[in-house]
């Protein structure tokens, strides 16, 4: 048995806590919102997972120094946009060494930073045993269901994944290892641009084609910026690759696929924020990678396609318009660049 806090009483992070808490873990999840955590030690969060009775071992609070001193091994599960702030208020209670391991899938504009990078941004090396990035095709309603999902635990330090792989993995999460850590960071977070897309074709009333379209050529530039970035191309086609992209293009369960539908069907993104109610990290992972993919010299028409349409207030049919139009290629030519 293993002493883990989880930040971040979201979705995500109440269904691993919902793992955790049934693989007989001592296990606290800290909310920021005190109502929050009362109704989490009611045994609901409805909210997030509306049908769900939370296992009574599952502990929640709201107080962070309580949290960070409980934990050995402390899992992140914010959004993205807020791993910083939350980072430095762990920062002023840790005083000793411990295992980091986060769920969250964006970059961070304008740093560019993946999120492990942040996490070391933040945290003090002497407190940091390692940081282990867990991802994969798992959407929080199917896992609290028991349905069968599989994940990868991705460090460097293959002692550490294994422990981590050793935490989450039951008869219904089954739990890989990997030591490309660029690779699942980058696929884990820019698939939610592919599955806006999809989203939005699927939005103005194209089918299949198109979805297919969308999703084989957007692999393809996520593969392209995340092997010039260090990764190992193969990951691309494990889970945290194909595999997320798949269940976040297709599932009805997406919050990308979902928003992305929303604007194709001609709602503006204020209308489809307020909306949603949850995060949906691909808007901001759009612009992150439209901006790496300037900084790294890598062509993602899909991405800048989409970011015309957020942030430069393109039309969907437009750039739906540019993205056919482009001039014509080999669709090995990433292979043939690199012969
Ligand atoms: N949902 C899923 O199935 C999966 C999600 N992920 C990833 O996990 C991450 C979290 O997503 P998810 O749980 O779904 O998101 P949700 O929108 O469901 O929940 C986000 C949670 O974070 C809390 N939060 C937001 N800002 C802060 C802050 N500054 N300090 C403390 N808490 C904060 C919210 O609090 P409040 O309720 O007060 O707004 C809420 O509890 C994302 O990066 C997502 O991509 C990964 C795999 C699966
Ligand atoms: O990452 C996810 C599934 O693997 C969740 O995707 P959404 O944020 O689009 O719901």
């Known amino acids: 048995m293993e002493k883990v806090s989880v930040f971040g009483a979201g979705s995500w992070g ?51 120094a309580l949290a960070v001193n409980h934990g050995d091994i402390l899992v992140m599960a914010v959004p993205t946009k807020a791993i910083r702030e939350v980072c430095q208020d762990i920062k002023k209670v840790l005083d000793r060494k411990v295992l980091f391991v986060h769920v969250s899938k964006g970059i961070e504009p304008d740093s560019l930073k993946r999120i492990s990078e942040m996490i070391r941004e933040e945290i003090p090396e002497q407190w940091i045993e390692d940081v282990v990035v867990l991802s994969g095709p798992s959407h929080a309603e199917e896992v609290v269901q028991e349905h069968p999902t599989t994940v990868t635990a991705a460090c460097e330090n293959t002692a550490a994944a294994n422990r981590i792989q050793d935490l989450f993995m039951n008869h219904y999460f089954r739990v890989y290892t990997n030591t490309d850590v660029i690779g699942v960071e980058i696929g884990g977070a820019l698939k939610n641009i592919i599955a806006l897309a999809v989203g939005i074709t699927d939005g103005l009333g194209f089918g299949d084609n198109a979805k297919a379209a969308i999703m084989t050529r957007g692999l ?120």
């Open 14 to 64: 109440t269904a691993l806590s919902y793992v955790l808490a049934q693989n007989g873990h001592d296990l606290l999840l800290w909310t920021h919102r005190q109502e929050q955590a009362d109704e989490i030690n009611a045994h609901t969060n409805k909210r997030y997972l509306k049908d769900t009775r939370l296992p009574e071992s599952l502990k929640a609070t709201s107080d962070l």
């Open 220 to 339: 393809a530039e996520i593969a392209r910026l995340g092997v010039k970035m260090g990764a190992t191309p193969l990951t691309f086609s494990g889970l945290t690759g194909v595999g997320d992209l798949i269940v976040t293009c297709t599932s009805v369960h997406s919050r990308n696929w979902r928003a992305g539908n929303m604007l194709g069907k001609g709602k503006s993104l204020d209308e489809v924020l307020e909306e949603m109610g949850m995060v949906v990290e691909g808007i901001r992972t759009t612009k992150a990678a439209y901006q790496l993919s300037e900084a790294y010299d890598v062509p993602m028409p899909i991405t800048a396609a989409l970011y015309s349409v957020l942030f430069d207030d393109v039309s969907t049919d437009e750039a739906v318009g540019k993205l056919m139009g482009r001039m014509k290629k080999n669709e090995m030519e990433d292979l043939i660049n690199l012969l």
